[in-house]
């Protein structure tokens, strides 16, 4: 992997919970950029400046924009549709995790979670999708 930041995979997590933020920072430190909004409407206007996220991580319980709302809106567009989105919350019902994955969720985690986990599954799906532009 190239030290140089710029390249390193981009990814946007939308987390309003300070404690969560730092653990998916420090953890995916030097593996990955991370950008980080506490808020929906604030990644949704940054999504806006045609920036393209290789993946996004988003809360369901946000500020202004939910989780859920803003995964409807990036796949609901042709330009972002294809940047994966993984959820990352503490509904751990059922009805919910069905309900994110029909609108266009790529996968869910549940709060709380290991931090390796997550790593794994964000380089899987990060893997899958770079096969699918080359291809």
Do not use: H
């Amino acid at each position: 992997m190239n030290s140089d930041k710029t390249s390193l995979p981009l990814i946007m997590l939308v987390e309003d919970d300070i404690f969560i933020q730092q653990v998916i920072n420090q953890y995916l430190k030097g593996k990955f950029q991370v950008t980080t909004f506490e808020n929906g409407m604030d990644a949704w206007i940054y999504l806006q400046q045609a920036i393209t996220p290789d993946l996004i991580i988003a809360d369901l319980n946000i500020p202004q924009i939910t989780g859920l709302e803003l995964l409807q809106q990036v796949k609901a567009s042709s330009f972002f549709n294809a940047i994966p989105v993984l959820i990352l919350s503490g509904e751990e019902s059922s009805d919910v995790k069905i309900s994110c994955l029909e609108a266009g969720a790529d996968d869910y985690m549940v709060k709380p979670f290991n931090p390796r986990e997550l790593e794994v599954r964000i380089t899987k799906m990060i893997g899958r999708t770079e096969k699918l532009i080359s291809s």
